[in-house]
């Protein structure tokens, strides 16, 4: 196969509120159609603690999470006196509650520029303002004021990895090496080779 550099792995999981919702097919539907394919899936309980591995393989991301909530707050006029710290930690602890409240599916999802092409399908975090035609902006509607309002996880449906770095170390939290596959599928021929050959007979 040409273009064999571009090609890139990333991890996704759908979050329990997808699986309730029934929403397995249509959200991986769109990976499949855009030409992408499973290198790993499978149905999971995930344990407190990979979660909380998960969502700090990057070590900021508490920190981050927890200012960038400070300053919505007090964009809205609320006084805030946690620390960002304090609250990075809250969002993360009503994660794993969310995340293991029931099944999810975990998957990597394999092809070129597997990384971004994902993201943009999923949309950005909050699904009040997710695009439209993204599955975020499409299949839910919740806001971060909903969800600080009953102090509960925003239920966003989906994780996506959000670069190369951390969708290798996500993966290594959910798959054994011998549970990925190396396959090529039909379509790719089409999607990846140079000459498209032996169509007509
Ligand atoms: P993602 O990469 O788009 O999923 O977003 P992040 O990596 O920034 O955050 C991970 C997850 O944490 C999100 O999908 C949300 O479920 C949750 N989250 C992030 N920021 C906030 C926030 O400000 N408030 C609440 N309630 N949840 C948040
Ligand atoms: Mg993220």
Do not use: C
Not at 8 to 22: G, N, Y
Not at 83 to 111: C, D, H, N, Q, Y
Request: aromatic content about 6%; cysteine-free; hydrophobic content about 40%.
């Amino acid at each position: 196969m040409s273009n064999k550099q571009f090609i890139e792995r990333t991890l996704v999981i759908l979050k329990p509120d997808a699986v309730q919702r029934s929403l397995v097919g249509e959200t991986i539907k769109r990976f499949e159609n855009l030409g992408l394919k499973f290198a790993g899936i499978k149905l999971a309980l995930a344990k407190k603690e990979d979660v909380r591995m998960h969502y700090t393989v990057d070590p900021d991301w508490i920190k981050i999470t927890g200012e960038k909530a400070k300053k919505a707050k007090e964009k809205q006029g609320i006084n805030v006196s946690e620390s960002a710290e304090e609250i990075g930690e809250r969002v993360l602890e009503s994660l794993i509650k969310f995340m293991t409240a029931g099944p999810v599916v975990v998957m990597v999802i394999e092809g070129a520029h597997a990384v971004p092409l994902v993201r943009k399908i999923v949309g950005s975090t909050e699904p009040l303002s997710s695009d439209v035609g993204t599955i975020r902006g499409d299949y839910v509607f919740d806001s971060y004021e909903m969800a600080d309002t009953n102090n509960r996880a925003i239920r966003n449906l989906i994780h996506a990895s959000s670069d190369i770095e951390s969708a290798k170390k996500e993966i290594n939290i959910w798959f054994d090496e011998n549970e990925l596959l190396n396959y090529s599928t039909a379509q790719e021929r089409f999607i990846y080779d140079i000459d498209i050959k032996n169509i007509l007979q």
